[in-house]
């Protein structure tokens, strides 16, 4: 069993950044790829990034790819999602999530969600 509890969330202006972490419960951290989703118009879920259980390959939604950077601590068990040049589109409540299927960009592929952080882009 694995907990996640999202945090960083806030209100920030357009072009502007946050930095939203994941804290995890739980020996088997290290064991999950870790992502971060956001509802999105006819989609429960829209895949935003993912982070291989080693940190060594990550994936990006074209929609975030170059100003959006996952990362992860497997010691601190702690996963991020650097978030630069933010847009009002970018809007929503962020939800992390833990994988041990190989799958990566659906969001039935992970096993355990936090409750959500919100994000707010101000124009």
Partial sequence: QVQLVESGG??????????LSCAASGRMFSTYTMGW???AP??????VAAISWRGGITYYADSVKGRFTISRDNAKNTVYLEMNSLKPEDTAVYYCAASLTAG?????SYNYWGQGTQVTVSS
């Avoid at 990566?104 to 039935?108: E, H, I, K, L, Q």
Wanted: hydrophobic share 35%.
């Fill in 10 to 19: 806030g209100l920030v202006q357009a072009g502007g950044s946050l930095r």
């Fill in 37 to 39: 989703f956001r509802p």
């Fill in 42 to 47: 006819g989609k429960e879920r829209e895949f």
């Fill in 104 to 108: 990566v960009f659906g969001p039935t």
